[in-house]
Nanobody
Framework: VQLQASGGGLVQAGGSLRLSCEAS????????MSWYRQDPGKQRELVAS???????NYAVSVMGRFTISRDNDKDTVYLQMNSLKPEDTAVYYC???????????WGQGTLVTVSS
């Protein structure tokens, strides 16, 4: 599976961004898709995930502000980020986990910078 993330950028606090991650190479619908983020010097953390049944899971810090969704026809997962805060600044990574083998694939990161 190859993952191509896009949509990062610079936004003011309170603004919105939508990240996209397009997958290729395998059966997208059979994967749990996730977004992680990493700040320099910190551990990579899970932001949100959506499984093949479209069950979602969110980090407490983004609940009510971020929404993860998927379009299986387009092999794409999205992360809608609203009410952004400076602490949301990080490199965001797309991840695909096979629900059959539990093998994970990572995309390249996309930088989100939120200015105060």
């Amino acid at each position: 599976v190859q993952l191509q993330a896009s949509g990062g950028g610079l936004v003011q606090a309170g603004g919105s961004l939508r990240l996209s991650c397009e997958a290729s190479g395998n059966t997208f619908s059979a994967y749990t898709m996730s977004w992680y983020r990493q700040d320099p010097g910190k551990q990579r953390e899970l932001v949100a995930s959506i499984d093949s049944s479209s069950t979602t899971n969110y980090a407490v810090s983004v609940m009510g502000r971020f929404t993860i969704s998927r379009d299986n026809d387009k092999d794409t997962v999205y992360l809608q980020m609203n009410s952004l805060k400076p602490e949301d600044t990080a490199v965001y990574y797309c991840n695909a986990k096979s629900e059959a083998t539990l093998f994970r694939y990572w995309g390249q990161g996309t930088l989100v910078t939120v200015s105060s």
